[in-house]
């Protein structure tokens, strides 16, 4: 059984920075593609970030394009997401996915870790 597990969210004031982790076990994280997804209320799921298994190809939202940063690292199923110049709009719950292979989908999520931007 594929686990993520989120941590790192908290609140913050405006033009500050976050650092999320997301941990991944019980499946072969090496072969993901991860993501980084965000709700905030009243709104629809939405992409923030996403990584190929491995690390070489990333891909941003337009929205948080030069101030959020994805990474992972193979050796600890962990996937990063450095979050800089921080706004009141990038206020949500961070969820991280992972896809398999060829799968075109995401189909393994975390349970979601708050992210609260003060102004």
């Known amino acids: 059984q594929v686990q993520l597990v989120e941590s790192g969210g908290g609140l913050v004031q405006a033009g500050g920075s976050l650092r999320l982790s997301c941990v991944v076990s019980?499946?072969?994280?090496?072969?993901?593609?991860m993501g980084w997804f965000r709700q905030a209320p009243g709104m629809e799921r939405e992409f923030v970030a996403g990584?190929?298994?491995?690390?070489?190809?990333?891909y941003y939202a337009d929205s948080v394009k030069g101030r959020f940063t994805i990474s992972r690292d193979n050796a600890k199923n962990t996937v990063y997401l450095q979050m800089n110049s921080l706004k009141p709009e990038d206020t949500a719950v961070y969820y991280c996915a992972a896809e398999e292979p060829s799968r075109g989908e995401y189909e393994y999520w975390g349970q979601g870790t708050q992210v609260t931007v003060s102004s």
């Open positions: 990584i190929s298994w491995s690390g070489i190809s990333t």
């Open positions: 019980g499946g072969t994280f090496f072969s993901y593609t």
